[in-house]
């Protein structure tokens, strides 16, 4: 279980894109290598960065829930799966759009990854007229991706992005047979960039961001006497968030790239149980900041290596509200995590290249409650593996399972391999 949060904290601290080429930077380690990584997965943290990436089409699939995805899961089919189109309206207009089968909390960027996946309501108990103690269900603030656009547009050595998300879904049944009469969730994302270029081979990105979303779950309870009572069951507050996030990229001597980078992250959200019956409400609030630098390195021809150190800190604080009185039931909780990486990106012949990317992270956490205080630590250590197939215009990414070389299939090693070859794979074809 430390593991499990220790993995779940770093996620959370430092931003992750849902996806477009989500395989190939997974692949090298994910997390802030989504932005000091030179791809066109940039775009979705700093749409300013979109210029930098005309004309493509991609296709990403399988994406990890829990993993490469923290706070999504699959929502009409199988398994994960994303894609984009960027398009050039000449030198210094790009657009693009992007749609998934992703289907999100609306909660996910505020509260649950924080408090351990399932978040604060997911596991809160209530009771309804006429029937027994319930349990909280997930699918309560779900929101499916409607889609993504972006838009980018240069002026002189000013670069402007806008990027715009909705999530949505919602579901209502007025059979009076039927115990649900409503339940879905509604999630805006809005982020603006601003990136300026620096003697033609330097530059600097920034990105603010704003979500909001609500959720709500009422039913139909029936009253003994042939009728029913609606009943709201989970009612939000607003959800939100806001987020700022810095990238430079600036040469220094031997013709390396350093990579220096900032991310601030405040979110707050809140919901009420039983609102007909006892009015508990609990709200909480979670504050995240990430930096560090990464280098970029190319010691050989179509050779890249991303050396990285940084630091992730959260801090979370939650209240909870039964009639008039108000209690904090967690105060002060935080992490601090400080973390070294290592990724590389080799082409090794002009139609293969092998990724891998490696972290070690120390994490001290602290905790306050009504009833005790505590402090520990843990170390967790990760390990990423990809590559790629380039044929012309046409690449295949892959995230490879990392078992393939441990266990492999029978036909080579004589044991099981039953997980499949790899986690991901992206599809991509630039003109």
Known sequence: MKRFLAALIIACVIPAAAYATDTRIQSLGGKEKFFTVHDESNALVLPSTLLFF???????????????????????????????????????????????????????????????GDGLWAGASYDVPGGAEQKGNKAIHNADHKGTALFAQRLGKIRLGVGLSFWGDNYSITDPESDLVTRGGTLFEGTLGLGFDIDGTDSVDLAVKALGGTFDDGIAV??????????????????????????????????????????????????????????????????????????????????????????????????????????????????????????VDAQVLDWLAFRFGARQSVIFR???????????????????????????????????????????????????WNDGMAFQSALRFQW
């Open 222 to 343: 029936p009253t003994g006497s042939g009728g029913s009572e609606e009943v709201t069951r989970f009612s939000s507050d607003l959800n939100w968030g806001v987020g700022l996030l810095g990238r430079a990229v600036f040469g220094i001597p031997g013709g390396e790239k350093i990579v220096p980078y900032l991310s601030v992250d405040v979110s707050r959200g809140g919901f009420a149980l039983n609102t007909e019956t006892d009015g508990v409400s609990d709200q909480g609030t979670v504050y995240q900041v990430a930096a560090g630098t990464d280098v970029r390195i190319q010691p050989l021809d179509r050779v890249f290596i991303y050396p990285g150190i940084g630091v992730a800190v959260i801090g979370i604080k939650g209240t909870e509200t039964v009639g008039d009185t108000k209690e904090t039931f967690l105060d002060d909780m935080a992490w601090l995590a400080p973390f070294v990486s290592a990724s």
């Open 366 to 416: 602290s905790w306050e409650t009504a009833a005790q205080r505590g402090k520990d630590n843990d170390t967790l250590t990760e390990i990423t593996i990809g590559s790629n197939l380039h044929f012309k215009n046409f690449d295949i990414d892959f995230m490879v399972n990392p078992e393939l070389f441990l266990e492999g299939p029978a036909l080579f090693t004589g044991r099981e």
């Open 54 to 116: 005309t004309n493509l089409v991609y296709l990403d699939a399988g994406l990890q829930p829990g993993w490469a995805v923290e706070d999504t899961a699959g929502s009409n089919i199988p398994y994960n799966a994303g894609f984009g189109v960027h398009y050039g309206l000449g030198e210094n207009t790009v657009i693009a759009f992007y749609g998934s089968s992703l289907s999100r909390y609306v909660s996910g960027n505020l509260l649950d990854r924080a408090f351990g």
